[in-house]
């Protein structure tokens, strides 16, 4: 036990030791409940935007920062741990420490492939998530030209758009419309009239 606690107190594992004792007791409270773990990795300072595009450049995004933070020094610390027990001169230990932190990233960056794969994908809101859903009419006509509804979107959020229709149905303010399409270089949606009565999932 004593060699094992002056190989991790000696150059070059001893600059490792210290930053592994903090990721543990960071997890630690992690685990417990203190800390809450972002797990999209993008803090709110300006020190975590910074450290997120550091480890983005390093070719370690697409994971929580803590995560590739915490393999990058638990594998330094073990790589430089077996090097120091394995040499003692000088020049051979700041060999060691060059070769324990390229051994951190490229073991970091293959760890961190697959873990991308693990992570669920961010899916980006688009105005096609409003076609099929119901909006309300808010302007006293809605024609090939003009109009405009309030639809609300999957998470709650209400939105006004424009609208436009494809036949001559009256639509007053405050009635109900089906989006049907959405037209991309006008950006506008189709609405048609909904009738209640067709909707499959209407209470009986």
Request: charged letters at 15%; aromatic letters at 10%; one cysteine or more.
């Amino acid at each position: 036990m004593g060699q094992f606690v002056d190989a991790a107190l000696s150059f070059p594992t001893v600059l490792f030791t210290f930053l592994l004792l903090v990721i543990i007791a960071y997890w630690v409270l992690v685990v417990s409940g203190v800390f809450g773990f972002d797990g999209g990795g993008d803090g709110d300072g300006s020190e975590a935007t910074g450290a997120t595009g550091l480890l983005s450049g390093l070719g370690l995004g697409g994971v929580p920062a803590a995560v590739a933070v915490s393999l990058l020094v638990v594998v330094a610390w073990f790589a430089s741990l077996v090097g120091g027990t394995l040499f003692t001169s000088t020049p051979a230990l700041v060999a060691v420490l060059v070769a324990a932190l390229v051994c951190a990233w490229a073991c970091t960056r293959l760890l961190v492939l697959s873990l991308r794969r693990l992570v669920p994908k961010e899916r980006v809101p688009s105005r096609a998530d409003f076609v099929g859903r119901m909006c309300v009419i808010r302007t006293r006509r809605v024609g090939r030209d003009f109009g405009q509804a309030e639809v609300t979107s999957a998470d709650g959020s209400s939105a006004l758009v424009q609208v436009r229709q494809t036949g001559d149905e009256v639509f007053a303010a405050g009635s109900v419309a089906l989006i049907f399409a959405y037209d991309s270089p006008g950006e506008f949606f189709w609405v048609t009239p909904y009738d209640a009565e067709l909707d499959p999932d209407r209470p009986i």
